[in-house]
């Protein structure tokens, strides 16, 4: 077919998108009309004769879905291929129901987009002329094999879709290996996936995580255990330092003398340079990969080194977030050389009374985070009150008061630490309720505030202050044994009392 005859209609919402896709296909040699909807489309079918159409799913007033059926309607040859940044099972179900031919992910490749035009309008001539020589039930036949064919794409979109899925849920490096190995089996059906991270410098490898399959597990031992044979590491790193780029071995019995029937290797790449390496394995007579396999290992890494730079952004922003928070709690206390290493302190003894209570991992970790802050609010307080050698008067003890509000107000705006923020505002609360700033009484009081309030309350006593000496430690352990109940949880003291005399020292 003759490019100069070929009308070509292209539909989406995104003007950018329309302009670069008709400036390409001009040069080719195509006519190309654009619309920004479904009812532009229409317009423009009903006018000229279009050879084909690309359209968008989602455009305001009418999808491109509906646009494929009332095109089907209309004309029921004129091919409509559909492109979607945001492929679903639903979205791909409909599909079939409308005449759709086939499905492109966002971003297009104009290159490839051209490539599906060409062998669409192939296609086409040939069913058109099917149309007219053929019986029914070759009509029919070619039919269900464009509908397999569709369903076969289909289910390629939901695969990467669900390995897209798969990584955003993701939160740690070391979840991120494990779901490499399990998508490998899962996806290739391969009988073992390994991960290695990858030293360019002296070419090591080193393993971090394996699929859990026993299949063949003396094999894949001897294959590519803990102690990785020759073959088998040569011919990785072998790939990793000349091609740098996928690598399928079909039949890997005579090149690695093991019972290897198939064997893939795909470097992990983080801003062009090599991270790691997953490798996968297949000892069955009867399979091996294709490269329809290695296309899909190598999405898989693509996506893994993704969620693996996302993770360490935000684990950086954390850090960042934090030791800018750390160093207004650094200043406050060089402004008053008494409190001088307060938050530390309180930090350390919190964590012990809550570890001696049995608080979980995560617990532990927002109580050293929070007792490190607890009194990053006394920034907003001002000096003449704050370093006021002698005792305060009512107004300015109201002052000194606004400060675990003020501390927690700083936390809250950050939207990253909804509980470390609680233990702040609450940690001078009283277990009987004459506390502030709320007034919490008992089991309402955050269970870490409540223990922050015994470490806070010991190292104020145990600590020098501008208008007293400090206590000794057994006058200081002795006065928030007498408080339990009143001032301070029971629980949290007899935790307190506990490591007290093993742990706490008056120099500290």
């Known amino acids: 077919m003759n490019t100069e005859t070929i009308k070509i209609l292209v539909v989406d919402d995104e003007e950018g998108i329309l302009d670069v896709t008709e400036g390409y296909f001009q040069r080719k040699g195509y006519e190309v009309y654009t619309a920004s909807n479904g009812v532009e489309a229409l317009k423009i079918v009903e006018q000229e004769k ?82 007219i020589l053929k019986e029914e039930v070759e009509r029919q036949e070619r039919l269900r094999q464009l509908n397999n064919e569709l369903l076969r794409r289909v289910e390629e979109v939901n695969t990467l879709n669900r390995v897209m899925e798969d990584f955003a849920a993701s939160d740690s490096s070391y979840d991120i290996f494990s779901k490499v190995v399990d998508l ?94 997953a490798s996968a394995f297949i000892f069955n007579e009867e399979r091996k990969f294709s490269e329809k396999d290695i296309y899909y290992m190598n999405f ?110 700083i936390i809250s705006k950050l939207g990253l630490w909804d509980r470390e923020m609680e233990i702040i505002r609450h940690h001078h609360e009283r277990y009987d309720g004459k506390g502030y700033p709320d007034g919490l009484k008992g089991e309402n009081i955050p269970k870490l505030a409540r223990i922050m309030a015994v470490a806070d309350c010991y190292d104020a006593m145990a600590s020098d202050r501008a208008y007293r000496k400090k206590m000794a430690k057994a006058d200081a352990v002795s006065t928030i044994r007498k408080n339990s109940g009143t001032q301070f949880d029971p629980k949290a003291v007899e935790a307190f009392v506990r490591i007290a005399d093993q742990e706490l020292s008056d120099d500290v």
């Open 184 to 277: 490998g089996v899962e996806v290739l059906k391969a009988d073992k996936v390994f991960f290695h991270i990858y030293s360019e410098q002296d070419a090591s490898l080193v393993l971090v995580a394996k699929s859990s399959s026993q299949f063949h597990t003396e094999e894949v031992r001897q294959t590519f255990g803990m102690d990785v044979t020759e073959p088998v590491k040569d011919y990785i790193v072998d790939c990793l330092e000349t091609d740098k780029n996928p690598c399928l071995m079909t039949d890997a019995r005579k090149s690695l003398k093991d019972p290897v029937r198939s064997f893939m290797v795909v470097p992990l790449k983080i801003r062009d340079k090599i991270f790691g390496v």
């Open 50 to 131: 279009i050879g084909c159409i690309f359209t968008d799913i989602n455009m305001p007033i009418m999808d491109g879905l509906e646009l494929a059926e009332k095109v089907r309607q209309i004309e029921s040859t004129l091919p409509v291929v559909v492109m979607t940044g945001y492929p679903s099972l639903e979205n791909s179900i409909q599909t079939l129901k409308n005449g759709v031919v086939d499905y492109l992910i966002k971003p297009v490749n104009l290159e490839q987009m051209e490539l599906t035009l060409k062998r669409i309008l192939r296609e086409r001539e040939l069913f058109v002329e099917n149309l």
């Open 300 to 409: 898989i890494t693509q996506k893994a080194a993704s969620a693996i730079e996302n993770i360490a952004l935000y684990e950086n922003i954390y850090e960042n977030l934090f030791s800018t928070l750390y160093a207004f709690v650094t200043a406050l206390e060089v402004r008053d050389l008494y409190t001088r290493r307060h938050s530390t302190r309180v930090a350390k003894y919190a964590h012990m009374i809550a570890q001696e209570m049995g608080c979980s991992d995560e617990e532990l970790d927002v109580i050293n985070f929070a007792g490190s802050l607890h009194d990053i609010g006394k920034i907003g307080i001002r000096d003449d009150i704050l370093l006021k050698p002698g005792r305060l008067t009512e107004d300015e003890y109201e002052k000194i008061k606004e400060h675990p509000v003020i501390g927690a107000d």
